[in-house]
């Protein structure tokens, strides 16, 4: 029985490390894959070099110096662990919370490449629709600034592309200063208090990502009501979920840290 619990665990192992490695395809090198890579060869020595393992572990204890690094490591790697399990159940519960009836929509922006939206961008697009069309009273706001590489502003392009799809654009505010999910939230609540659209907003995003944009709707008002909508995957999505997922582990409590308002160079998920 536990030859059959480790081989089950190894090939989980070995399929979560082909999934980490897979935005390496579309040139997507980030905390996240290479995280969630480093954590797969770590628990495959542990589980398919189980007799190495021990070998290492017998050896380490034998000096007190070596003692004190290797149970540093080890313990650490359990706290890890824990922490991980604790932020994906928050970031889980996050992505669960509804939005309140009529919550304005904030379509948290995306990359534009110079050929239209991302792939990333029209998932967030494609789920603000549907949220629209469920719900006809709602007006929703396109924000995302326009980056270096960018051939215009996220928010022109949400709005572009929402106008083709038969979107009434009397529906749609354009917030177009934003360069990071920060500002997104923080000029998107500006412009909630200054049209009267009333406490309640629900976040177009993935919904890894629900977490965090939470934490920072919280900072901005915590007399907010926070919902999430969140995108449906294509194939691509679903390729670089894993590592997006993880790399949420190292921006959440740096987002919690964080003070409001720091300036941040233009980056977008």
Known sequence: MQNVLRIIAIVIEVIFLLWFLLPIRFHIFKA??????????????????????????????????????????????????????????????????KPKKNATAVIL?????P??????????????????DQNPAVKAIASGGQGDNEPMSEAACILENMRKDGVDPDRIIVEDQSVNTEQNLLYSVRILRERQLGDSIAIV????????????????????????????????????????????????????????????RHRKF
């Open 32 to 97: 996240g894959n290479l995280l969630g890579v480093a954590i797969c060869l770590i628990a495959l020595f542990r589980t398919a070099l189980s007799s190495v393992y021990h070998q290492l572990d017998a050896f380490m204890l034998q000096n007190p110096i070596t003692k004190i690094i290797w149970l540093i490591i080890k313990y650490g790697c359990i706290l890890f662990a824990v922490y991980a399990v604790i932020v994906s159940i928050c970031m889980i519960v996050a992505m669960k919370i």
């Open 109 to 113: 922006g995306a990359q534009v490449k």
């Open 115 to 132: 050929w239209g939206a991302s792939r990333l961008l029209l998932q967030r697009i494609k789920a603000a629709e549907n949220y629209l």
């Open 205 to 264: 995003s993935d919904s890894y990502h629900q977490l965090r944009a939470r934490i920072i709707a919280y900072k901005i008002d915590r007399k907010l009501s926070v919902g999430a909508v969140n995108t449906v995957n294509t194939r691509f999505g679903w390729f670089i979920y894993p590592s997006f997922f993880v790399r949420e582990w190292i921006a959440i409590p740096v987002e919690i840290v964080k003070k409001l308002g720091r300036p941040a």
